[in-house]
């Protein structure tokens, strides 16, 4: 499965902001839903090469503060992130289903 233009944007810039942290021996959090498992293996090989260790992290949240979360987050100028609801619902649906396909 191909990512989409702005999430494979979205991640690869997230990494760039990233590197210099690496490079000088500093963790980094890399916050993102990492739903696709090409993604976390990226992330993850981004920091071996980077002689750092790849630790997932799941948080929940409450739909409520979430939504109010990525209507504040679209008010910002730039913003690297495709957040926005519509986003989120869908990925809420791949989650659930990937977690049914798994027997959990």
Do not use: C
């Amino acid at each position: 499965m191909r990512l989409g233009y702005t999430t494979a944007r979205t991640y690869a810039e997230m990494l760039r902001q990233a590197a210099p942290f690496f490079d000088e021996g500093k963790p980094a959090i890399l916050d993102a839903s990492y739903l696709r498992r090409q993604v976390r293996e990226g992330a993850r090989a981004f920091a071996e090469r980077a002689g750092g260790r790849f630790v997932a992290v799941e948080r929940l949240a409450n739909e409520p503060l979430v939504r109010e979360r990525l209507h504040r987050r679209r008010s910002v100028i730039w913003n690297p992130s495709d957040g926005r609801w519509e986003a989120y619902l869908a990925q809420i649906e791949k989650s659930v289903g990937a977690a049914i396909r798994a027997g959990g």
